[in-house]
């Protein structure tokens, strides 16, 4: 029964700055892990970043030292910040809750980063 929602993508210039947001709703305490995927045009998706209940994170090798993971419980949002984007940071960025039960489980709609030069 969680339902994500993401903002915050857009087109943005390299080099610049980036945060994609994803708000959660119905049964959110229900959620162990909450991640960010990406996927662009051709590939497979792939996982970006996660971040657990205890505040563990994890990054993919390919944006370590570039991102931020970060959740705020109290408010259901779940937040990437994207330094330096490069050209291959260009995707759709998809925000993903799991959990023990079921309705933990959920993808967001996606919203779209694209990085110019």
């Known amino acids: 029964q969680v339902q994500l929602v993401e903002s915050g993508g857009g087109l943005v210039q390299a080099g610049a700055s980036l945060r994609v947001s994803c708000t959660a709703s119905?049964?959110?305490?229900?959620?162990?892990?909450m991640a960010w995927y990406r996927q662009a045009p051709g590939k497979e998706r792939e996982l970006v970043a996660s971040i657990a209940t205890g505040g563990i994170t994890n990054y993919a090798d390919s944006v370590k030292g570039r991102v931020t993971i970060s959740r705020d419980r109290a408010k259901n949002t779940l937040s990437l910040q994207i330094d330096n984007v490069k050209a291959e940071d260009t995707a759709v960025y998809y925000c993903?809750?799991?959990?023990?039960?079921?309705?933990?489980?959920?993808w967001g709609q996606g919203t779209q980063v694209t990085v110019s030069s």
């Open positions: 119905g049964g959110t305490g229900c959620i162990s892990v």
């Open positions: 993903f809750s799991n959990g023990p039960l079921v309705a933990c489980r959920s």
